[in-house]
């Protein structure tokens, strides 16, 4: 039977042990991030990785591992939100604080108070690994609810009509809430990132 390294090319071969230990601690924390539960994201990581057990053959070496793994986790989350459908109580200060924080980045006639910087070449931008990690820490300091509902449209990429029905929302609650995470997002890259002369 085939086994993890057997995918690999040969260059790139390591025990099965080190592979997988590689991927947990990554795996693991975007399924926390998501889930914001960590018996299930330790399930979901789990399956995961018996999945690559399972089935090495099927990784085919299209990508790197981590992708593939990453791959394979999004749709163990998908899978486990569609599972849970209860609605997660969130803290209604942290969503106010929130509102006000956007609320001070404008004018009263809806003008920003101070524009946006421009962005340099997104391509570019997106080559550097470093800015992954930006936008990880950005990520995680969104309000819960925000974080939540960002990665699922963005990474899981579930429908509005699925997030509001998970997050027992209307689709309007939803657009303002993802509307807000992408502002907070673009603030904090535009403070940690892309900042003049970089």
Request: hydrophobic share 40%; aromatic share 8%; glycine share 4%.
């Amino acid at each position: 039977m085939p086994t993890l390294d057997d995918s690999l090319p040969a260059e790139t071969r390591m025990p099965m042990h080190d592979a997988l230990a590689d991927l947990q601690r990554p795996l693991q924390r975007f399924a926390m991030l998501q889930l914001r539960d960590r018996a299930l994201a330790e399930d979901v990581v789990s399956e995961t990785m018996l999945a690559l057990l399972e089935r090495p053959d099927a990784f085919g070496n299209r990508s790197s591992l981590r992708t593939y793994a990453t791959g394979i986790l999004k749709h163990k989350i998908v899978d486990a939100v569609r599972r849970r459908r209860r609605e997660v109580s969130f803290d209604e200060g942290e969503e106010s604080a929130a509102a006000d924080a956007i609320d001070g980045m404008f004018l009263a006639d809806g003008h920003w108070v101070e524009p946006p910087r421009s962005w340099p070449s997104p391509e570019r931008s997106f080559e550097q690994a470093q800015f992954f990690e930006v936008l990880q820490v950005c990520i995680d300091r969104l309000p819960a609810r925000l974080s939540r509902i960002f990665m699922m449209r963005e990474w899981l990429e579930l429908e509005s009509a699925e997030i509001c029905t998970e997050l027992a929302i209307s689709d309007g609650n939803c657009r303002v809430l993802l509307y807000r995470a992408r502002m907070q997002l673009r603030e904090c890259l535009g403070t940690g990132w892309f900042r003049e002369g970089t």
